[in-house]
């Protein structure tokens, strides 16, 4: 199987890649990312010379590239590129609009007119917005997105919806609940938090930090998605969670706990706007109809991703210092020249 996974330098990205040349021995992987400050190749360090694995740097709003991405008979598509972060679609969700709308949208068009018609949306719990005091998400909660980043995953998956019933391509979304583990951009809370406590800064919680979030270690949302592109329904819509349901100062104070680090780091900071309150989510259909369960328990998650902070300081070091987007866009300069030539 040729498999185009978009936005596989990302966190999730990359980590799915290194799972499914282990678990898929057939899979063939194109490895399509633009490199934005999310993208890092050194996440795929260890793959540069694998049999199955090639990256090429390609923009999923852009035609040209998109097109070129697909010239190679793909079989599926998974598609993991977005702008994620909540906090930078709040200042400013342009490009989120572009990359998360018009890129999938454009993904779609192009695989519709090549005839690849299995296509994997990886999407989000947020859509569904916030949750009251009890109560989880179901695949039949409505739509109600309150960041304008869960806003444009939201319409995505209302594409992805219309692809499948106009169309009848095989289409299906998935929508995971908050990843964690190794590789994470230090701008969400958990790496965030676990660095900035071994270098002894102040932890800034937002409000009260009595926020729900349901914790999953990105390798059981990996499994997951196999199952899903392997044996998924076209059309269907699958919930992935964990049940770990925790408030974020209990997840801070369990960081501190593991580094014996002082509580007196956490500092309360002003609260994000529009701040959804809890999330939960419901993976019943994914558990019976696809027989998946979590292998990884949050202490043991937990406890391993601040370990692989801890031990992988020269990853830490770049991308706090930024080096590691000069580096790899200084590398790939001449290979897209060669690509432009094609
Ligand atoms: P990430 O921000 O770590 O990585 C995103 C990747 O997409 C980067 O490699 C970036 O370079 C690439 N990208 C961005 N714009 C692109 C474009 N125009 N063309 C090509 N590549 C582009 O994201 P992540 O946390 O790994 O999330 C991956 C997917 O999973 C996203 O779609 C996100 O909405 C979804 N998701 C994330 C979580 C989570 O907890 N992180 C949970 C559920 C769903
Ligand atoms: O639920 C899935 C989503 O999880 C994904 O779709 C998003 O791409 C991903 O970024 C994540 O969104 P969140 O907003 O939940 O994640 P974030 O790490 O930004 O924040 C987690 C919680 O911690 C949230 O309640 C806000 C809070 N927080 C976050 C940061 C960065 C803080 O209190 N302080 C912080 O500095």
Redesign the pocket.
Known sequence: MKLLV?????????NFIHYMLEAQKDVQILN?????????LANLSQLSSHPRYTFMR????TGR?VERGMSQGIDAVI???????VDRSILDSTVFV???IE?THLLLEVCRKKKVTRFIQ?????VYGSLGETGKFTEESPLAPNSP?AAS?AAADLLIRAYHKTYGMDVMVT??????GPY??PE?LLPLMILNALENKPLPVYGDGLHRRDWIHVKD?CRALHRVLMEGRPGRVYNIGSDQERQNLEMVEQILALLEKSPELIQFVKDRPGHDRRYAIDATRLRRELSWKPQISLSEGLAQTVRWYQENALWVSHVRNGTYLEHYKKTYENRDQTLKDL
């Open positions: 978009t936005g596989g330098a990302g966190f999730i990205g990359s399509f990312d633009c490199l934005t400050y999310a993208g890092n390609g923009d999923i709003t590239d598609n993991f590129a977005a702008e994620t972060h572009r990359t998360n890129g990886v999407s989000t719990d947020e980043y995953k929508r995971c609940s908050n990843n964690y994470q951009f969400k949302h």
